[in-house]
T-cell receptor, first 116, second 111 residues
Framework: NAGVTQTPKFQVLKTGQSMTLQCAQD?????MSWYRQDPGMGLRLIHY???????DQGEVPNGYNVSRSTTEDFPLRLLSAAPSQTSVYFC???????????????FGEGSRLTVL | GEDVEQSLFLSVREGDSSVINCTYT??????LYWYKQEPGAGLQLLTY?????DMKQDQRLTVLLNKKDKHLSLRIADTQTGDSAIYFC???????????FGAGTRLTVKP
């Protein structure tokens, strides 16, 4: 099973450039989310989605856009990259409505982004 | 503020017990979690505890929950070098599966 797949694993951008981090899951999970991980700060929620066509903001949404056109895919777009967006980005998914839903998140391996 | 707090570093000798502590924020959290992150990898769920439980044991892992003090701990018995990783405490908040994570405790196991 592939689980949650993120691409690219590494990316270097210049300030002002735009890019899209891709995330796909093959577990038919309704819920998908993006986190960023910074040293000493743990993971912070950027955006999340509870199903196709539905997205909402998390704790740190500024500078990022998302869309959810299918259940499987949840891309994260950086519109105009800034050095403050240098981070490791994780996509995660889970069931939303299963009776056994414990909220367990399944994570991708991460995308390390450097903005110069 | 709304922070999940945990110490950043813990070092133990192989064979000893490790105890990682965490304080969380939301008394209405239904589930509390421990995730493990190995180098270069994403987080994986290690264990979780439902909020109406005080303790949960799973092989070498023991989770203790003190709801009054909003304190969660993870004990790893007979710690092995393969347990070296970053351990994140997390609480579920809101109506979805949004998680609030601590900063992570880096456990180093010395032979």
């Amino acid at each position: 099973n592939a689980g949650v797949t993120q691409t690219p694993k590494f990316q270097v951008l210049k300030t002002g450039q735009s890019m899209t981090l891709q995330c796909a899951q093959d577990m038919n999970h309704e819920y998908m989310s993006w986190y960023r991980q910074d040293p000493g700060m743990g993971l912070r929620l950027i955006h999340y989605s509870v199903g196709a066509g539905i997205t909402d903001q998390g704790e740190v949404p500024n500078g990022y856009n998302v869309s959810r056109s299918t259940t499987e895919d949840f891309p994260l777009r950086l519109l105009s990259a800034a050095p403050s967006q240098t981070s490791v980005y994780f996509c995660a998914s889970s069931y939303s409505y299963s009776p056994l839903n414990t909220g367990e998140l399944f994570f991708g391996e991460g995308s390390r982004l450097t903005v110069l | 503020g709304e922070d999940v707090e945990q110490s950043l570093f813990l070092s133990v000798r192989e064979g000893d017990s490790s105890v990682i502590n965490c304080t969380y924020t939301d008394s209405s959290s239904t589930y509390l979690y421990w995730y493990k992150q190995e180098p270069g990898a994403g987080l994986q769920l290690l264990t979780y505890i439902f909020s109406n439980m005080d303790m949960k044991q799973d092989q070498r892992l023991t989770v203790l929950l003190n709801k009054k003090d909003k304190h969660l701990s993870l004990r790893i018995a007979d710690t092995q070098t393969g347990d070296s990783a970053i351990y994140f405490c997390a609480e579920k908040f809101g109506n979805n599966n949004d998680m609030r994570f601590g900063a992570g405790t880096r456990l180093t196991v010395k032979p």
